[in-house]
């Protein structure tokens, strides 16, 4: 869900045909006449290179945009982290309590040394290159699509510079810092695999053993998967946050036993360890089996053996955060977001945390011997299953290796990126859904590395009348061919959610609906060009130019969708 398109293929090959009444296999000629084209992959953002990313899924919901749910699936590589466009509520979060600790652990300030690393001089005008960068969001947009969060560089351990921006609570005068708590959504998986990965070399827990062992009250597929498989995202448990009826822990604390079931009885999407696919179902039953081993609550485990040996003051599951999360509605303004109560995610992304927080965090996953062994540290960044290891992604980019992890959960997204060479530490956490931080983090590095970045892309409007929006409207079905083309990379019950748009329009505005995804506000462009303003940077293409519309292009990303138009 977020790749920015940069080609004009689409148009040039449309352009080749006559603006005479089209046929009514027109759309399947245009989708085999770019495939004759031998047309190059559009243009990648420079985030995708060094993430390795396209649209993620995860944590609590679906991917955002108009194409959803189709455009997550092709990113089984990603954390998916970037919650789905709903229509969204204005309902004010409950504001969960912040608990006391169970006990009085302390909570060291100074970390032990870290390993020597390679020298690597800052840019002198650091800070002002990042708040150039970070002030262009919403320079076209508007208000709702600037940024509001902070972010962080961290050298060998020690923050060296932490910028808040906007406003921690949008109804308010409530200045963001590096204290300031945010909720990390995924993130919090990499927590939970040190978690388990201590127990390991205390010689609690067998990675190779069934999770039946330390769960026994799992069904009996729990014989067939092991710790390992879920702390790799290979069990082939569906993720509970997908489905339709995850709808527990708005407005109270909910059982572990009501997050089970929606999973635990559900088959299997893949033979254990034969494939990849992420899953939030996985590392719940992970912080379940920590609760069973240690014989205590997940949360009083975590906070005694993992944030106080870290110095994670500020940080742990059941905080409340001080950053309120923010998601757009339909008239693209930012409202507060019906948020879940922690219990709902648990493990897989139940935690808050502040920004001088993870700077900590990452000072304690540079310390062998701190939380876990060198061994295990070494394990958690090698690659087992598409670029994943155990907690975090890890890429290899220009001879530098980089552990790193999005998250996210209703109005907050956040992303960390740890250069494993050179002691750079970038991370974006923010309290809406509009802009998304895995691209600050990558542009974000390449500013502390002494590269260049562009601003953030945002596309100039061009406004129409409601007679010449007319043009437009109309129910659009996806073409055959398209059906087949991305079959295999998209999931068929995923696929199906696109199938068919309406595009309607309200006075002065486009709209498009997407069955079950609520409607989207269409932003001229020219030549029959409108774009989404959500981070999904959807385009759509109406076409053939200058004749009567008889298809719809939507490229998000690698993907493209071919749709008749009724």
Not at 38 to 65: D, K, Q, W
Not at 73 to 89: I, Y
Not at 408 to 432: H, K, M, P, Q, S
Not at 503 to 528: A, C, I, Q, S, Y
């Amino acid at each position: 869900m977020h790749d920015e398109p940069r080609t004009d293929a689409e148009r040039r090959a449309l352009a080749a045909f006559t603006a005479a009444e089209p046929p009514a296999d027109f759309a399947d000629r245009v989708l085999a006449a770019l495939a004759a084209e031998g047309r190059s992959e559009p243009e990648r953002a420079p985030f995708r290179r060094f993430f390795g990313l396209g649209a993620p899924r995860l944590v609590g919901v679906a991917a955002a945009g108009v194409l959803a749910v189709a455009v997550a699936a092709v990113a089984a590589a990603a954390a998916g982290w970037m919650p789905e466009w709903t229509g969204l509520s204005r309902h004010v979060p409950e504001v969960i309590q912040a608990q006391p600790p169970r006990d009085e652990a302390p909570i060291g300030a100074v970390l032990p040394e870290g390993p020597p690393v390679p020298a690597l001089a800052l840019p002198a005008d650091l800070a002002d290159r990042i708040d150039a960068y970070v002030g262009a969001f919403g320079r076209n947009y508007g208000e709702a699509f600037e940024f509001h969060g902070v972010v962080g560089v961290v050298k060998d351990g020690e923050l060296l510079l932490a910028r808040g921006y906007g406003r921690a609570d949008l109804a308010r005068e409530s200045p963001i810092d590096a204290d300031t708590k945010f909720r990390i959504g995924s993130l919090t998986q990499t927590f939970t695999a040190i978690a388990v990965l201590q127990l390991r070399d205390r010689g609690l827990v067998d990675l190779d053993a069934p999770v039946r062992k330390y769960i026994p009250d799992y069904p009996a597929i729990g014989g067939r998967i092991t710790v390992r498989q879920l702390l790799t995202h290979t069990s082939g448990i569906p993720s509970y946050t997908d489905a339709a009826v995850f709808s527990l822990g708005h407005t109270r604390a909910v059982a572990a036993a009501d997050v089970r079931a929606i999973f635990q009885d559900q088959p299997l999407e893949f033979v254990p360890g034969t494939d990849f696919d992420l899953s939030n179902s996985g590392y719940f039953l992970l912080g379940q089996l920590v609760e069973q081993v240690a014989r205590e609550p997940f949360a009083d485990y975590l906070r005694a053996n993992v944030l106080a040996p870290a110095g994670m003051r500020s940080s742990g599951i059941g905080l409340a955060a001080d950053a309120i999360g923010h998601e757009f509605d339909e008239d693209e303004v930012l409202v507060p977001a019906a948020e879940r109560h922690s219990s709902a995610y648990g493990g897989a992304a139940g935690m808050v945390s502040t920004a001088a927080d993870l700077a900590r965090w990452d000072r304690a996953l540079r310390t062998p011997g701190l939380l876990l062994s060198q061994k295990s540290l070494d394990e958690m960044t090698t690659v087992v299953r598409d670029e994943y290891g155990m907690g975090w992604f890890v890429r290899q980019d220009g001879g530098s290796t980089i552990a790193w992890h999005p998250g996210g959960v209703e109005g907050y997204n956040a992303t960390i990126a740890r250069f494993l060479g050179d002691g750079i530490t970038v991370f974006v956490l923010a309290n809406t859904e509009a802009v998304d931080t895995r691209a600050v983090a990558y542009d974000l590095a390449q500013i502390v590395h002494g590269g260049a970045v562009q601003p953030p892309r945002e596309f100039a409007e061009i406004r129409l009348s409601a007679p010449q929006l007319a043009r437009y409207v109309g129910n659009y079905v996806l073409t055959e061919t398209t059906h087949k083309e991305l079959k295999g990379l998209v999931e068929e019950g995923e696929l199906s959610a696109i199938e068919q748009v309406r595009v309607f329009r309200t006075g002065d505005r486009l709209w498009m609906n997407v069955p079950e995804h609520g409607d989207k506000w269409m932003h001229f462009m020219g030549e029959d060009r409108f774009f989404f303003k959500d981070p999904s940077a959807t385009i759509a293409e109406f076409g053939p130019p200058g004749a009567p519309v008889a298809h719809l292009t939507l490229q998000a990303g690698e993907l493209r969708f071919i749709l008749k138009k009724e």
